[in-house]
């Protein structure tokens, strides 16, 4: 069992920053690759970023490109997400997930989550 726990979300102007850190227990925490997905209210949920097992890799979904960073420290059992030029669009519960592989998307692929931190975006 892994446990995740987001933290990070409140409310921002757009425009803004925003640093979401996603904590891990066990000593496994590098044999996981670790995702971002968001669920905005009425939409399904969707992914956001991925890192691979040894944060030598990451992948993002096209609406977030140059403006997210995920990134990992191994060391600390944590996963981030550096949110920069924040927009209303981007309001949505975001959630920390453990999978076994970076380059997957879909939510299936992945095996643990966290409970999610909201992210609220004002303009």
């Known amino acids: 069992q892994v446990q995740l726990v987001e933290s990070g979300g409140e409310l921002v102007q757009a425009g803004g920053s925003l640093r979401l850190s996603c904590a891990a227990s066990g000593r496994t925490f590098s044999s996981y690759a670790m995702a971002w997905f968001r669920q905005a209210a009425g939409k399904e949920r969707e992914f956001v970023a991925s890192?691979?097992?040894?944060?030598?890799?990451?992948y993002y979904a096209d609406f977030v490109k140059g403006r997210f960073t995920i990134s990992r420290d191994n060391a600390k059992n944590t996963v981030y997400l550096q949110m920069n030029s924040l927009k209303p669009e981007d309001t949505a519960i975001y959630y920390c997930?453990?999978?076994?592989?970076?380059?997957?998307?879909?939510?299936?692929?992945?095996?643990?989550w966290g409970q999610g931190t909201q992210v609220s975006v004002s303009s």
């Open positions: 997930a453990a999978g076994t592989a970076y380059y997957y998307v879909a939510s299936f692929r992945y095996d643990y």
């Open positions: 890192v691979s097992k040894s944060g030598d890799f990451t």
